[in-house]
């Protein structure tokens, strides 16, 4: 096996435990999101914390779940033009399109990096009086989660650049 096709297979394992991991706070968000509803609706009873806290937990959620849905193919994709192209020429949209996620997540990462560093020499909390502190942390999610974004694209345009190569000598 190549060095490039373990380089890819390393970062899909990485991918996929660090995305099992976070996927347990899709029920620990649909707890809180349920209980405040409950409580809200129910009793009159609502906290600006607990409605921020299903933030701190989305946050995670979505930035590192975006990886593991490009790692499992359940990422938004325009089929329409997609789905007439040929095996090979598929594989060649899909590198184009793992290289662009790269060039705009390490933008992204790059960009957000004096946000997140202002944020945390600020101990930026929340805005809100009884709202949940360390507001930083979550800041902190963005050049994580497109960090992320930019080892899974990397990943995918490692594999589908060596299946559009040896498609290549298959046709041949």
């Known amino acids: 096996m190549s060095a490039a096709r373990q380089l890819a297979d390393r970062i899909d394992g990485f991918i996929d435990l660090v995305g099992r991991a976070i996927s347990w706070l899709a029920l620990v968000v649909a707890v809180v999101m349920g209980a405040n509803v409950f409580l809200r609706y129910g009793f009159s009873i609502g906290e600006i914390w607990a409605q921020e806290l299903e933030w701190h937990i989305l946050v995670p959620l979505t930035l590192v779940g975006m990886s593991y849905a490009l790692r499992h193919g359940e990422h938004v994709r325009v089929d329409v033009l997609f789905a007439n192209f040929s095996a090979r020429n598929k594989l060649a ?80």
């Open 93 to 172: 949209v899909d590198v184009a399109s793992a290289v662009i996620c790269m060039i705009f997540s390490a933008l992204v990462v790059y960009l957000s990096i004096a946000f997140v560093k202002q944020s945390w020499a600020m101990g930026e909390g929340s805005p809100n009086p009884g709202g949940i502190g360390a507001l930083y942390v979550m800041k902190a999610m963005v050049p994580l989660g497109f960090a992320l974004l930019f080892l899974q694209s990397l990943a995918q345009a490692i594999q589908n650049g060596l299946a559009w190569a040896d498609a290549g000598k298959v046709s041949r």
